[in-house]
C-alpha cells in the first residue's frame, strides 16, 4: 500500500540534507555494539528481575507490595545524594586529563562521602521508618541504607568498565547480581517459607522469620550488593587514594548541578509513591495499596525502560568521545531517529496487547488488574523520557549542567504540584498524567534549548508524526477491542498494526536501512 503523498512532503525536506551528506557509519555500529552488550545485562537482567513481579504479587497484597517499592523509593533518592553526578564528572574529565588521576580522584571522593554518608543516616533510621509509615520495621530501612552504601562504592568500578570499553564484564556482573538476588527471593519467599508452613523439619524451613516478612526482599538484595562489589574488586582497588582539592573542586563544579538532575529525575519517577501515601483520601493501608497498584503496573512500561536504561549506559561515554568528531550532531540526530523508531515499536508491542502483559502481576491477587489503564500513559511518558537523555547531550557538551537542573526542576514542580492538587481526587491516575505533562514539558524545554547553545538537526517533524502515528494505532484498537469480538481476533488486529507501522517505517527509512552494514543489502532502491 502506498503512503499519502502528503505524508511524503511532510518528512521528505527532513532527510535530503543527511541523504546528500551522508555519516560514517563506525560510530553508529560502536554505539550499537555496546549498547547491545549493555542490553544483555539490562534487558535479561532486568527481565528476571521483572519475573519477581508475579512472585510478589502472589505472596503479598497490593499494601504491602506498597510498602516494597515505598523502601525502594527511598533507596533510589538516596543513591542520587550518594553519588552526586561523579560517574559523569568521571567521563567528562577523562576526555581531559589523564584517566588515572580523574579516577583517583573521583573514586576517593565517593569512598569517603559514602562513609560520612552512611553514619549519618544510621543515626536517624528510626525517624526515617516513622516517616514511611513502618515504625515497627527500623531494621528495613537500615539495610537499604547499607544497600545504597555498597551499590555506591561500585558507582566507579562499573564506571570504568564502561569508559575502557568492557561491556562483557560489565553485563555479567549485572546479570549475576540480578540472578543472586531473584534466586534468594525465591529461595527465601517460596522454599523457606513454603516448608515452614507446612511445618517441615528441614534447614529451610528453621532459616525462614515470618516477623522478617517482606524484609526478606531487601536481604536478598543486600547479599546480591555484597558479592558484586567483591565481583569488583580488581576495579574497586586499582584507584590510589588521592584527593587534589583543587582538581575536585573542578570536578564538583561540573557534577553538583547533576545532583539536582539525578535529585529531580528521582522526585519525577518516584515521589508520586510518596504522595500516595501521604495525600490519598483513605486509611494507610488503602494508600499503601494504591501504592502497590501503581508500581505493579508502572512496571509494565518495562519494555521502554529496559531500551532507555540499556541506551544510556552505551551512550552517555560515546557522546563524550564523539563530541569531537566532525559529524557529531548529524550522529546525535541520527541516534535519536533510531532510539525513537525502537520506543515506538515497544510501545505497540505493550498496549495493544496488555490482556496478555497483565499475567506478570500474577492471578492470586486481581486488584492489580485495575491499575491497567495507566500503562498506555506511562509508556507515552517513556518515550518523552528517552527523547530527553538524547536532546540533554547539549548541556553535558556545552557545560550547561545547571540549565538541565533548572529544566529538571521544573518537571519536578509539575510533578509535585499536580499530584498535590489531583491525587486526592484521582488516586494513582493523577500519577500518570503528571508523569507524562513532567517529561513531557522537560523534552520540549531541552530541544528548544539545545537548538539555541548546541543545534543538532534532528527529523522533528518526523519523529513526532511517528509517536503520533502509534498512539492513533492504539486508539482504533482500544475502539476495535469495543467490538467485544474473539480475544484472538483482539490479538490478530494488534499483530496487524504492529506490521503496519513496521511497513510505514520500512518504506519511508528505505535509504536509511539500506545504509547499514548486513541488512542494507535487503533493501533496494526507488528506481529514478
Known sequence: MPLPDDFHCLISSQRVHLLNNPIPLSSIKRLAGQTIWYGLSSIFGRFINYLLTPILATIFASADYGKITTLFTIAAFLNIFFTYGMETSYFRFSSQEPEQKVYNTSSSSVILSTIFLTALLWMLTDNIAAFLE????????????????????????????????????????????????????IFFLVVCKSDYEKNADTFFAVVYKPEIGLGYVIIANLIASVITLLLLSKEFFQFKFRLDPGFWKKMMRYSWPLIIVGFGGMINETIDRIMLLKLYPGTTEEAFSQSGIYSANYKLAVLIVLFIQAFRMGAEPFFFKESTSEHAQRTYARVMKFFIIACCFCFLAVVLFLDIWKYFMGTRHPEYYTGLKVVPILMVAKIFLGAYYNLSVWYKLTNRNLTGAWITIGGAAITILFNW????????????????????????????????????????????????????????????????????????????????????????????????????????????
Open 134 to 185: 513502618l515504625p515497627g520495621h527500623p531494621e528495613y530501612i537500615l539495610w537499604v541504607i547499607l544497600i545504597v552504601a555498597l551499590d555506591t562504592l561500585s558507582v566507579m568500578p562499573f564506571a570504568r568498565l564502561r569508559y575502557t570499553g568492557r561491556p562483557r564484564k560489565f553485563a555479567a556482573i549485572k546479570i549475576l547480581n540480578i540472578l543472586i538476588n531473584v534466586g534468594l527471593v
Open 421 to 528: 492538587i489531583f491525587i486526592p481526587i484521582w488516586g494513582y491516575m493523577a500519577c500518570a498524567i503528571a508523569t507524562v505533562l513532567c517529561y513531557g514539558f522537560m523534552m520540549i524545554t531541552s530541544y528548544v534549548l539545545g537548538q539555541k547553545y548546541y543545534p543538532v538537526p534532528y527529523a522533528k517533524k518526523k519523529l513526532i508524526a511517528y509517536i503520533v502515528i502509534c498512539i492513533l494505532l492504539f486508539g482504533i484498537h482500544q475502539a476495535f477491542l469495543m467490538l467485544d469480538l474473539n480475544v484472538w481476533v483482539n490479538r490478530s488486529v494488534g499483530l496487524a498494526f504492529i506490521g503496519l507501522f513496521a511497513f510505514l517505517i520500512l518504506n519511508v527509512e528505505k535509504k536509511e536501512f539500506q545504509r547499514l552494514p548486513f541488512i542494507g543489502k535487503y533493501f533496494t532502491a526507488n528506481p529514478a
